[in-house]
């Protein structure tokens, strides 16, 4: 396979690749027109999927959030999910959900809304090879002329049926599904590796770091609150600091730190946001210089008896659930100093608090370190298979 025309011309043995019109070799159906009324509010009625089923890193689908409409609604046998269906996003106000697919594998109990299209290949297309086709950049490249031209993301009838793709050969179509599944497959037995690790992840830091679990640890031993045993402050910058090529981290209200060229604080500590996205769920340890902002916390280890890294893995594990305990609200949407401030630490020893740490630091790098671990297997899993697709699909 390193070297691609001889690879292809060996596999066409002299036949030709025609390059047809969508509509020669598939039929594009668009999905269930519903509105507010036609919801159902016990869920009982027709599922309905719609862009937000198909995952945008793996066109893959998702059942996370399925829309129920009454069985009342004016639906169509076509408008049903069939085995070897190719379900495509259809219309969005995302430039990004537009175009993507998802292969439907059986027969399955979903209408798509209308927003969606199904694509429904005749006797003379393997619905697999369609499908990647539309995950790769002839479809694409076809894509971005037709959509930059307007200001509407909607695929409707007329775009569809007027794309061209190469048909090759019926058994090339075969032989080339072939590869790109093996490929495919790969990287699917690596997702899902990656989603039991993050199971067995949650559930041994749990285990590790429950109040009884570590309240048997303490032997004891009084509880402390979080001010006996580090300082809790804020940062001073804004957010429109940040700049695209700084040089130190810079954390800000949302969950990924931005980058900013004056640091502010040259330290180990624990990081979260005051307010908005993540707050008491999500927290961040940094060693080193970085800024901070006005509305996030630091906390910074002060007593020689608590690792910073025990107080990180402990204080993200538990800390929703303490903010949940104790606030009157159901949801808590912004964070003050007190809130840190009489928050319970149990402290074991030192070395069964460098115990957790190893085990829990383990997981952590199997599966989020994006330079080691199951996820940079899965990101070079799926560049291998984008250019072999590019490579055998490239009939031009």
């Not at 199971?199 to 285990?207: G, L």
């Not at 840190?340 to 030192?350: G, N, R, W």
């Amino acid at each position: 396979m390193k070297n691609n025309r001889t690879f292809l011309e060996k596999l066409l043995d002299g036949a030709e690749v025609e390059w047809k019109p969508l509509k020669d070799v598939a039929e594009y159906i668009r999905g269930v027109t519903y509105n507010k009324a036609n919801e159902s509010t016990n869920n009982i009625g027709y599922k309905v999927l719609r862009a937000n089923n198909i995952t945008l890193s793996g066109n893959t689908l998702n059942f996370d959030d399925i829309k129920v409409i009454k069985f009342d609604t004016k639906v169509k046998s076509s408008q049903m999910l069939y085995k070897n269906d190719i379900l495509i996003s259809a219309a969005s106000g995302s430039r990004e959900h537009v175009g993507k697919v998802a292969f439907i594998y059986q027969d399955i109990d979903y209408y798509f809304g209308g927003f969606m299209g199904v694509i429904r290949c005749n006797n003379n297309v393997n619905s697999r090879y369609l499908f990647h086709i539309f995950t790769s950049s002839i479809f694409q490249d076809y894509l971005n002329e037709v959509l930059n031209s307007s200001t509407i993301n909607n695929l409707n009838s007329k775009v569809m049926d007027s794309f061209r793709l190469p048909i090759p050969p019926l058994p090339v179509q075969i032989e080339i599904v072939k590869i790109l599944d093996a490929l495919t497959a790969l990287t699917s037995e690596l997702t899902s590796e990656l989603i039991l690790r993050r199971k067995q992840y949650e559930y041994y830091r749990e285990k590790l770091l429950s109040f009884d679990s570590l309240e048997q640890l303490n032997m004891g031993r009084a509880k402390k609150k979080l001010i006996d045993v580090a300082i809790i402050g804020t940062g001073s910058r804004n957010t429109n600091e940040a700049i695209e090529n700084g040089i130190y981290p810079f954390f800000v209200r949302s969950q990924e730190p931005k980058k900013i060229n004056e640091y502010e604080f040259d330290e180990t500590a624990i990081i979260t946001a005051g307010d908005g996205v993540g707050v008491g769920k999500v927290f961040h340890y940094i060693s080193g210089k970085y800024a901070l902002h006005q509305r996030a916390y630091r906390i910074v280890v002060t007593d020689k008896n608590l690792l910073p890294k025990f107080l990180f893995h402990y204080i993200r594990n538990n800390f929703a659930h303490y903010l949940k305990m104790t606030s009157v609200n159901s949801s808590v949407t912004s964070l003050r100093k007190p809130m840190f401030e009489k928050y319970p630490i149990f402290v074991p020893t030192l070395e069964e608090q460098q115990r957790i740490v190893s085990i829990l630091d383990k997981f952590e790098t199997l599966t989020n370190s994006i330079t080691e671990g199951l996820p940079l297997a899965i990101e070079q899993s799926q560049k291998r298979y984008e250019y072999y697709r590019e490579l055998l699909l490239n009939f031009s």
